[in-house]
């Protein structure tokens, strides 16, 4: 099974818009985690990193080689008729390392989906929720990147005119959305209210990058 997790996350408090910069100590909280589990996919030498990381991100480090998720071997093991002994014992031997393998990934994820959920507010990913199985079948790395696409995409202010009034109506709606997430955190209808606010605001700055994708091209 996978060892425990020593390392501390970066949580992200409740109460406001998660900023780029809490979303990165974040991810990079639940790499280093990710990174105690080890496996000898990937490279073997970062755990279970590219398994919530994505994969040209993970193969640009140096020495790794593409991660692919175990799945699970075929229940119950069939051995052909007339096998020999030994590649009888061959085959029970790799069925049930590659059984253990499985069970230690499907492991580490459920732990990793945990920390994840635990040192954040779930509201803010709202709409992987199922209405079942609630986040059960969520991919850690889903969740990280629906974090990162969300609240990362700006990464440097850019300059000029009609760049700057993009910039400053971004931040307009930066502090409108914080001033209603204060008001909707203290209501009994926070979790509904507060997504619908997420995904009005998210709409309007889609449509901001692509104004200004349209400025920088015209």
């Given at each position: ?7 501390t ?14 979303v ?10 990710a ?61 049930t ?15 990793l989906r ?20 609630n986040?059960a079948?969520v ?5 990280l ?15 000029g005119?009609?760049?700057?009034y993009v ?15 204060h ?19 998210g709409?309007?700055?889609r449509?901001?990058?692509?104004q200004?994708l ?5």
């Amino acid at each position: 099974m996978a060892a425990a997790v020593t390392h501390t996350i970066s949580s992200i408090a409740p109460g406001h818009r998660p900023t780029a910069a809490e979303v990165r100590a974040f991810e990079a909280s639940v790499y280093a985690a990710a990174r105690s589990y080890p496996s000898h996919r990937g490279g073997g030498i970062l755990g279970h990193v590219c398994s919530v990381m994505p994969a040209a991100q993970y193969q640009a480090i140096p020495n790794t080689v593409a991660w692919i998720d175990p799945v699970p071997p075929a229940q119950p093991l069939v051995i052909p008729n007339n096998t020999s002994a030994a590649l009888t014992a061959a085959m029970v031997r790799q069925h049930t390392a590659d059984l253990e393998e499985f069970s230690t990934f499907v492991a580490t994820m459920n732990t990793l989906r945990s920390l994840v959920l635990d040192n954040m507010d779930n509201v803010f990913l709202g709409h992987l929720r199922d209405r079942l199985l609630n986040f059960a079948g969520v991919h850690p790395r889903d969740m990280l990147q629906h974090l990162i696409a969300t609240y990362c995409w700006i990464t440097t202010y850019p300059v000029g005119c009609r760049d700057l009034y993009v910039v400053i109506k971004i931040n307009a709606l930066e502090r409108v959305s914080s001033l209603l997430e204060h008001v909707i955190y203290s209501t009994s209808a926070s979790p509904k209210i507060s997504l619908v606010n997420e995904v009005l605001v998210g709409l309007e700055w889609r449509d901001l990058i692509g104004q200004h994708l349209c400025h920088s091209h015209s």
